[in-house]
């Protein structure tokens, strides 16, 4: 499993089980059980961009963005398919080779949302949303034009600050670090 921790904004609009689990239309395969994988945690926001409601998550402990726009009220069931899906295209964005894709695939997990939260990960959510309300203003453009795998990438290879450390993390690079370690064998903690 993946352990999403989301804002109360995000958690309120989830359909989810007692245990978490998003309640989806798709015909999931059955999980065999609720070990953490590597890319354990995760934290969300519900950003409103232009009146449409937006998704954006980052990695705990490598800052990875991963960015979905324009929800709809329907499409909240399926976040994992959209988690899933934004975060394979993002790695691709940002340079992954076919070991960090091979990596990335064998540790994706079905999500499980709570809302325990770090503050350090929410301070990052919070720069990075208002870097993309930013963008969209500079640019003038429309949040339903912009490339949700590229946006991704776009804030990934930004350098973010970590409480606790004296040096940046730049995104993109740690993610892919983290996914040959566990490509390798050494898989690290995946925990902040």
């Not at 990934?156 to 450390?165: S, Y």
């Not at 670090?177 to 898989?187: A, D, F, K, S």
Request: with cysteine; net charge negative; hydrophobic share 35%.
């Amino acid at each position: 499993m993946i352990r999403l921790h989301c804002t109360k904004k995000l958690l309120a609009k989830l359909p989810l089980t007692e245990d978490g689990r998003l309640r989806s239309r798709q015909n999931e395969p059955a999980v065999t059980g609720d070990d953490e994988s590597p890319l354990c945690g995760w934290h969300a926001n519900l950003l409103l961009l232009q009146r449409r409601q937006c998704v954006l998550f980052v990695h705990d402990t490598t800052r990875f963005p991963v960015f979905i726009p324009a929800l709809k009220k329907a499409d909240f069931a399926e976040l994992d398919w959209h988690f899933r899906d934004g975060f394979m295209n993002t790695l691709l964005k940002v340079g992954a080779e076919t070991q960090h894709m091979d990596a990335a695939e064998k540790l994706l997990a079905p999500l499980v949302c709570d809302n325990n939260c770090n503050r350090s990960v929410q301070g990052t959510l919070n720069q990075m949303g208002q870097e993309l309300d930013f963008m969209l203003d500079y640019d003038q453009t429309s949040v339903t034009e912009l490339a949700p795998y590229q946006t991704g990438a776009w804030l990934a290879e930004r350098p973010c600050t970590v409480k606790g450390t004296r040096d940046c993390i730049w995104p993109g690079q740690a993610m892919l670090r983290l996914l040959e370690r566990t490509y390798t064998g050494q898989e690290g903690d995946c925990h902040v």
